[in-house]
């Protein structure tokens, strides 16, 4: 499978994705940190891809969503943003809202 593709069956197989350095256990960057703590915090699972460890996913995503740096979260196959973006919704109650809105258990 090329790696737009395996990018685009990602985003669309899973509700909330978080591109990241590193995993959720093991963040490899600041940033990634940040943004795996506020998505703990909302409550709902989520799937991350290690873009360390995906050189082509590191490579392709950024020019896929027009968006330069990681992390990178989507949810229901929309992005979101980066650690900044992610950052002000967690504090203004706007991420937990989106996640609780748009997220459905087992679906």
Same mark, same amino acid.
């Given at each position: @499978?090329?790696? *737009? !593709?395996? %990018?685009?069956?990602? %985003?669309?197989?899973?509700?909330?994705?978080? #591109?990241? !350095? /590193?995993?959720?256990?093991?963040?490899?960057? /600041?940033?990634?940190?940040?943004?795996?703590? @506020? *998505?703990?915090?909302?409550? !709902? !699972?989520?799937? #991350?891809?290690?873009?360390?460890?995906?050189?082509?996913?590191? #490579?392709?995503?950024?020019? #896929?969503?027009? &968006?330069?740096?990681?992390?990178?979260? &989507? %949810?229901?196959?929309? *992005?979101?943003?980066?650690?900044? %973006?992610?950052?002000? @919704?967690?504090?203004? /109650?706007? *991420?937990?809202?989106?996640?609780?809105?748009?997220?459905?258990? /087992?679906?």
């Amino acid at each position: @499978m090329d790696t *737009l !593709k395996q %990018i685009e069956e990602q %985003i669309k197989n899973n509700q909330i994705i978080l #591109y990241m !350095k /590193g995993s959720p256990d093991i963040p490899q960057c /600041g940033f990634s940190a940040t943004a795996v703590n @506020m *998505l703990m915090q909302c409550g !709902k !699972k989520f799937a #991350y891809v290690d873009v360390l460890a995906n050189p082509d996913i590191r #490579y392709e995503l950024p020019k #896929y969503a027009n &968006w330069p740096t990681f992390p990178q979260l &989507w %949810i229901n196959g929309e *992005l979101i943003g980066g650690c900044d %973006i992610i950052t002000e @919704m967690f504090q203004s /109650g706007e *991420l937990q809202t989106l996640i609780e809105n748009e997220v459905q258990e /087992g679906a």
